[in-house]
């Protein structure tokens, strides 16, 4: 398995501009977990989907950003309109069941001007 | 809810010598799994090691290895013959059994001494 991918690994735009973030889970993991992670804050969870489905997204910042699972192979977060404090490192990962530790994808480091 | 503390932002270790970093947490359950992640700077997560709280025995991989107490709610890492590619934050995650999330500690910053 190639394990989580995630694209791209580099996202540098403009304030205001849209930005898509890509991911597909490892086969056969039900569950998906899209993470934050900044200097000050450390690693946050945005929202987590258990077959497709959305389960948790309480932890979404604001409105501007959201989530999809259109199938159990590709997920998106989607910030739009983009801010330079949305800057970070994004990871998504998926695991198979609550014994089992998460699997993370390489990470996706998102800069705003 | 569920707490993961990591109490030491910073340690360094000479090459070749034995470190160890703790962890301790807070949980309301019976069952719980604890990890411990590495994040060297390629920034990848990776998976070092995983403790099921039903078990008593010690968890262990390679140089790798943790003292878990129950009792006390503390879960630390101990790297042996460390080495250069060691050098990485790490961190203490806690799951629990009927749940599917990880909370993550704030990690430790490790950095091996040539």
């Known amino acids: 398995d190639a394990g989580v991918i995630q694209s791209p690994r580099h996202e540098v735009t403009e304030m205001g501009q849209e930005v898509t973030l890509r991911c597909k889970p490892i086969?056969?993991?039900?569950?998906l977990f899209w993470y934050r992670q900044t200097m000050m804050r450390g690693l946050e969870l945005l929202i987590y989907f258990n077959n497709n489905v959305p389960i948790d997204d309480s932890g979404m910042p604001e409105d501007r950003f959201s989530a999809k699972m259109p199938n159990a192979s590709f997920s998106t977060l989607k910030i739009q309109p983009s801010e330079p404090r949305d800057s970070a490192v994004y990871f998504c990962?998926?695991?198979?069941?609550?014994?089992?530790?998460?699997?993370f994808g390489s990470g996706t480091r998102l800069t705003v001007v | 809810a569920q707490t993961v503390t990591q109490s030491q932002p910073e340690m360094s270790v000479q090459e070749a010598e034995t470190v160890t970093l703790s962890c301790t947490y807070d949980?309301?359950?019976?069952?719980?799994?604890l990890f411990w992640y590495k994040q060297p700077p390629s920034r990848q997560m990776i998976l070092v090691i995983r403790?099921?709280?039903?078990?008593?025995q010690n968890a262990t991989e390679n140089r790798f290895s943790v003292n878990f107490q129950k009792a006390a709610k503390s879960f630390s890492l101990k790297i042996s013959d460390s080495q250069l590619g060691d050098t990485a934050m790490y961190f203490c995650a806690l799951s629990g059994a009927g749940s599917y999330q990880l909370t993550f500690g704030k990690g430790t910053k490790l950095s091996v001494i040539p």
């Open positions: 403790q099921e709280a039903y078990k008593q």
């Open positions: 949980t309301s359950e019976n069952n719980y799994y």
């Open positions: 086969s056969g993991h039900d569950y």
């Open positions: 990962a998926s695991r198979p069941g609550a014994a089992y530790g998460y699997t």
